[in-house]
T-cell receptor, first 116, second 109 residues
Framework: DSGVTQTPKHLITATGQRVTLRCSPR?????VYWYQQSLDQGLQFLIQ???????AKGNILERFSAQQFPDLHSELNLSSLELGDSALYFC???????????????FGEGSWLTVV | DAKTTQPTSMDCAEGRAANLPCNHS???????VYWYRQIHSQGPQYIIH???NNETNEMASLIITEDRKSSTLILPHATLRDTAVYYC??????????FGQGTILTVHP
């Protein structure tokens, strides 16, 4: 158990809909990261928040957005869903922002999203 | 981040050491080598990381060559539960990890 908690574990929704994925980082961790894993793209970094502020952005679509709240939990919002958005979405957390020697990130178990 | 090259797949007998190689010939001086594994659609699990020196923890050992252009992850006594995809990642951005295809390690009874 990494200590990173994600909900829901599974979600099925229709095209065009909007969903919210939730992540609670490990106790004391200030950084939260979101990754997407699909069959054809592999594991890809989406976005990082550090202590409530966006810190780094990866291949995140404009239809997707994220935020980190004062209690440090984070939400990933996916809107206007398409079939191709079906994937595993992982949240990860770490103590530091980045570029800190020894900074290690720990992943949650993921949220399976199926768009039908 | 430096590009890494790993074998697509490897086999290992249960109880034997599993040695997973990784080439990172373009690694720069401040880049760390990280290893993660993913057991069938579970979240990636951190294994170990290092900069120059060899490292060991309760899960594995990491051997980095003196020129830092390659490394080997060693699972000393592989079990069936070690069957997974193993990712070697070289990075300075310790959170924004770039995952390649990894090595599928299959441990046989």
């Amino acid at each position: 158990d990494s200590g990173v908690t994600q909900t829901p574990k599974h979600l099925i929704t229709a095209t065009g809909q909007r969903v919210t994925l939730r992540c609670s980082p490990r106790s004391g961790d200030l950084s939260v990261y979101w990754y997407q894993q699909s069959l054809d793209q592999g594991l890809q970094f989406l976005i990082q928040y550090y202590n409530g502020e966006e810190r780094a952005k990866g291949n995140i679509l404009e239809r997707f957005s994220a935020q980190q709240f004062p209690d440090l939990h984070s939400e990933l919002n996916l809107s206007s869903l398409e079939l191709g958005d079906s994937a595993l979405y992982f949240c990860a957390s770490s103590s530091y922002a980045d570029r800190v020697p020894g900074n290690t990130i720990y992943f949650g178990e993921g949220s399976w999203l199926t768009v039908v | 981040d430096a590009k890494t090259t790993q074998p697509t797949s490897m086999d290992c007998a249960e109880g034997r050491a599993a040695n997973l190689p990784c080439n990172h010939s373009t690694i720069s001086g401040n880049e760390y080598v990280y290893w993660y594994r993913q057991i069938h659609s579970q979240g990636p699990q951190y294994i170990i990381h290092g900069l120059k020196n060899n490292e060991t923890n309760e899960m594995a050992s990491l051997i980095i060559t003196e020129d830092r252009k390659s490394s080997t992850l060693i699972l000393p006594h592989a079990t069936l539960r070690d069957t997974a995809v193993y990712y070697c990642i070289v990075t300075t951005s310790y959170g924004k990890l770039t995952f390649g295809q990894g090595t599928i390690l299959t441990v046989h009874p």
